[in-house]
């Protein structure tokens, strides 16, 4: 049986348009809890997990030991502004952030930049979607 989480997360996580064998990137994720239901969700799919704190990461890492083991889950400590593909690295399906202020209105400096890291980031019709719609908002990357 798969660990509780909160509503708002699985809330959240039900309104992705998920699909088996998805690549997904989280942007700030905290202590994993999102990223490991996700995982859970997609099957042969990989979710990569962002986060620009170090203890953020630690946490996650340490309560995803399975999936990691599996492959099918990464953690990478780095901001989503300054966040690049590692070289070889396969774009991502869909993208999502809850409660990160670089796109969500809270730090304007910087969501350009993200933006278009994210762009780069994902498949040409990759999506992004953050939590500040009933229960998700996707944001237009038009390219």
Do not use: W, Y
């Not at 997360?9 to 239901?37: M, N, Q, S, W």
Request: glycine fraction near 10%.
């Amino acid at each position: 049986m798969a660990p509780r989480i909160s509503n708002r997360i699985a809330c959240f996580v039900d309104a992705l348009p998920l699909v088996p064998g998805h690549r997904v990137l989280e942007i700030g994720c905290g202590p994993g809890v999102a990223a490991r239901e996700v995982c859970r969700r997609i099957g042969n799919g990989f979710v990569l997990a962002i986060d620009r704190s170090a203890r953020a990461i630690d946490s996650a890492v340490a309560g995803s030991k399975p999936e990691i083991a599996s492959g099918r889950l990464r953690f990478r400590q780095v901001a989503i502004e300054d966040f690049e593909l590692l070289a070889g690295e396969e774009r991502f399906d869909i993208a999502f952030a809850m409660r990160v202020g670089a796109l969500d209105g809270r730090h304007p400096e910087i969501v350009q930049r993200a933006l278009e890291r994210l762009r780069a980031a994902l498949k040409p019709a990759g999506r992004l979607f953050i939590d500040t719609g009933h229960p998700v908002r996707e944001i237009r990357l038009d390219r």
